[in-house]
């Protein structure tokens, strides 16, 4: 048996807003097993969010002075705002756990650069067209604003193909088990 201690994993995990990415990343957390990163972002915190644990809510002035000083793994621009992943806590919680980021391609795609050992996971619907249309669906939102989000969807899941693995949320339950066992079985094949 090798000597060698078990590195710990690095784990994306994209997916288009309204794949159920949220619920996956929170069953996947109340195992115990991982530890999630915190991003910090600009954009004003949302009903029920809190500050520290949703996201650092930051001003832009400060996003800018941590993207000078190297601060964040990688960053982002969503829809107006800015994302980005605080450096220094992934870097320290690596020694200890596996990591999961909950973040978009172009970030997932600059970590993968930077860490070619960080495994990128998309998680995909069962049908585009369902959640294109619950999209569309709520009615309180303009017209441009679910054009944005429909071709949104549209680019992150044309962003696939430069996935490691594509995991299709039909069944939450099988999605979560087929998640677990992925890492489980990428953890044992990384001793
Ligand atoms: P929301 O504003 O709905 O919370 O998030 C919008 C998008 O930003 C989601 O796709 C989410 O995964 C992504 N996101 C959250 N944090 C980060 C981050 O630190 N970096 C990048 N690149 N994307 C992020």
Known sequence: MSNKPMKNLLIIISGPSGVGKGTIVNRLLSTGDYALSISCTTRGARKGEVEGKSYFFISDEEFLKTVEENGFLEYSKHFEHYYGTPRKFVEKQLKTHDVILEIEP??????????????????????????????????????????????????????????????????????????????????????
Not at 155 to 163: A, H, I, V
């Open 106 to 191: 172009n970030g997932a795609l600059q970590v993968k650069k930077s860490h070619p050992e960080a495994i990128l996971i998309m998680i995909v619907p069962p049908d585009v067209d369902a959640l294109r249309s619950r999209l569309i669906g709520r009615g309180t939102e303009s017209r441009d604003e679910i054009e944005r989000r429909i071709s949104r969807m549209e680019y992150e899941l044309s962003k696939k193909d430069l996935y490691d693995y594509v995991l299709v949320n039909d069944n939450l339950d099988s999605c979560v088990e087929g998640l677990h066992n992925l890492i489980k079985d990428l953890k044992g094949a990384n001793i």
